[in-house]
């Protein structure tokens, strides 16, 4: 069975990594903070730590279809699975930069910025779209958050139309009036949860899911770590392997997982089920 994100969960539960300095780059693992994040989190999914490089490499091939690049998302696909998109950030409430790419409920084929690889990576047509998000400061990992797009984000055709009319020259939106050749400011308010702007050449941010999911989460900044994960309660009944992840919960201090309601990304006005799963250390 290829690896998901009860995997990943479980693995990091197991062995939490903080210091992405002294375990990623020190030993020439990673080239930079932002590698050593992707590193970390891949080896959450395939329980890569301490590996040599050649059976980790392995590994990966066994779990992962795809591994991108800074350009084209995403950052990685499971085989038979989700993709993933991993994202940096250095301050605990810092928006994330999403540059030229919208984000992304789920993930289609017909992207018109994936890779040639990532589209024959293997037999696929749609992917759920997981976030992985951490927050990197002075060289040691403060925070992790997974969640999936289609908790996060509006539906595609939300964000398209705010392309569109870009395209079609002097336009107003949200009372900005703009061409696309000249950066007045940025627009906000795009989604029906207010959380995705756009800078008028292009440039997309969403805000921090910290800041996103405040009213089922609050981080203990006097932790050394905190870890949310949101998971709508459809996706975690197609998972096979969530009593592990339930009975290593219910077995360690800090860790909890609780049922709650998060808000549709398409309309506010609606709730739906999901699990809050939380760690810190």
Known sequence: MSANVINA???????????????YVAKNRANGMGEALERYVQDLFINGFNLDEMTR???????????????????AMLKGGDAIEIKKTESRNADIALNSSYPKA??????PMLTAGCKV???????????????????????LVFVYGEDYAADEATYQAVKTRIKQGVETIEGIEFTPTKELGKINRIDPLGIT??????????QNPYKVFNYVYQRDFSNKFNFMAVINAEKWSSFENTEQLVTLI?????ASITDIEIKCPNNPARLKPAKLISFFI
């Not at 969960?9 to 210091?19: A, F, G, K, R, S």
């Not at 490499?57 to 950052?75: Q, T, V």
């Open 9 to 23: 969960m479980l693995n990091l539960i197991e062995h939490p990594i903080t210091d992405l300095q002294s375990n």
């Open 57 to 75: 490499l392995k590994r990966i091939e066994e779990h992962f279809s795809y591994i991108g690049n800074d350009s084209n998302p995403p950052d």
């Open 106 to 111: 789920k993930l289609n084929i017909d992207h």
């Open 121 to 143: 990576a293997e037999s696929w047509h749609e992917k759920d779209m997981l976030y992985a998000i951490g927050t990197v400061a002075k060289n040691t990992l403060e925070s």
């Open 197 to 206: 702007y756009l800078r008028v050449r292009g440039m997309w941010g969403i």
């Open 250 to 254: 219910k077995n360690t201090a800090n």
